[in-house]
């Protein structure tokens, strides 16, 4: 069993690297897609908000799938997919054909998303400790790859089609080939479990709406960082055009850094307190960016950002598969609706204040919702087990000791 999970753990980790680089490959080159296809200023923002809008229409969608399809499936054919259509996106000479591209690309991300996260809350119940947070470091990691290797080909004037190919040819087999060892919980451990728990647990929104919130506000705050971090640094506090895409690279670097040492955290001090902790630091790092007289202390808030927000998006989807133990997937997939429902909101939120009001005074309302998130942290902690003997629930990799699936 060691050895299935082990495999199950590394080849997940590496389909996060994959939709990290994924990812990073289309949006740090949005510009020169526009430019390809001659995207206007105005229809810009309807492209780039129909890419969330269908992946959580497929997020949604998986929800349903996963009744009759294992989310191993789901993903060893969402990610192909997702590579495909990025290079159709880089191929395309039409308009419309990019928007069948992105369409493509967004819907089999909500469904590549969810998945990715099922497994990823599955393996932790298998093991028995948190490790959902070195998956998102993966994540974060494929980011930084993917982020300078579309600097390569802005830097080489390379062609869309012509900087995404190779990354396709090479990442595509390997994931076809990872995804052999993905593991399924079903017909093992977590099964029972979940039998324990309640076969067929009906997912209570009022009991999953606190973690929805916090999943929102968390993802408010990046799409604050992504989208405004340059135009802060260099509008707001004077730095020059080559410092102000400095901010975005250290944000990514801390939350790599952050999250591969997280489930040490988990571990020692609770879920609850990590997320605790990481709500003030992010709140601490949005005030230190509003109030910052110059270029450098700005930095040094948004370093803080990357260390504090990091944490809230794993231990979101682990405290989502512990409160519904017997519905862990439903109750994932529609979490996920919700990264997409901040990414929609931060952006616009923040260049509306900013235009109203002022750049300052627009990260503190982030800073507050952040904190809004140390009301729920409850929401966080280990549930109790349904004899009411006041103990966690027994592990899921002790509970199927001597079983011959997971």
């Known amino acids: 069993m060691t050895d299935v999970l082990r495999r199950g753990r590394a080849s997940l980790a590496f389909s996060f690297v994959v939709q990290g680089v994924a990812f990073a490959l289309l949006v740090t080159r949005i510009p020169a897609i526009q430019d390809r296809y001659g995207v206007s200023d105005a229809l810009l923002p309807a492209f780039l908000a129909a890419v969330p809008v269908l992946a959580g229409v497929g997020s949604v969608a998986t929800e349903r799938l996963v009744k009759r399809v294992r989310p191993s499936r789901l993903l060893r054919w969402s990610q192909p997919v997702v590579l495909l259509a990025l290079l159709g996106v880089g191929a ?219 944490v809230l998006v794993p231990q979101t989807f682990a405290a989502a598969g512990r409160l519904f133990p017997g519905a862990s997937d439903a109750a994932v997939a529609r979490l996920n609706v919700f990264n997409y429902v901040g990414f929609l909101i931060g952006s616009p939120l923040v260049g509306a204040l900013g235009d109203l009001w002022s750049y300052r005074g627009a990260m503190l309302v982030p800073m507050v919702l952040v904190l809004v998130t140390l009301v729920y942290a409850r929401s966080f902690a280990a549930q109790p087990d349904r004899y009411g003997d006041g103990h966690e629930r027994p592990r899921t990799a002790d509970v199927g000791r001597g079983s011959n699936g997971l």
């Open 92 to 310: 395309g000479e039409r308009m419309v054909e990019l928007a069948v591209a992105l369409a493509a690309f967004g819907l089999a991300v909500g469904v590549l998303d969810a998945s990715m996260n099922m497994l990823g809350v599955s393996l932790q119940r298998s093991y028995g400790r948190s490790i959902m947070l070195s998956f998102h470091a993966a994540y974060s990691l494929g980011g930084i790859v993917g982020a300078s290797l579309a600097w390569v080909g802005a830097h080489w004037h390379l062609a869309l089609w012509v900087s995404y190919l190779p990354v396709v040819v090479v990442l595509l087999p390997a994931v076809l080939v990872g995804s052999r060892w993905y593991a399924d919980d079903r017909g093992g451990a977590a099964t029972e479990v979940e039998e324990t728990a309640g076969e067929g647990q009906a997912v209570a929104f009022k009991l999953l709406l606190p973690l929805c919130l916090v999943m929102t506000v968390a993802y408010i705050g990046d799409s604050t960082v992504s989208n405004w971090s340059a135009k802060y640094l260099q509008d707001v506090l004077g730095s020059s055009e080559q410092m102000a895409t400095v901010p975005y690279n250290v944000y990514m670097v801390t939350t790599l850094l952050g999250r591969a040492i997280g489930d040490l955290g988990v571990r020692r001090f609770g879920a609850a307190a990590v997320v605790r902790g990481g709500a003030l630091v992010a709140a601490g790092g949005f005030a230190v960016v509003a109030a910052a007289p110059g270029a450098w202390v700005g930095m040094l808030g948004f370093t803080l950002l990357g260390l504090g927000l990091c």
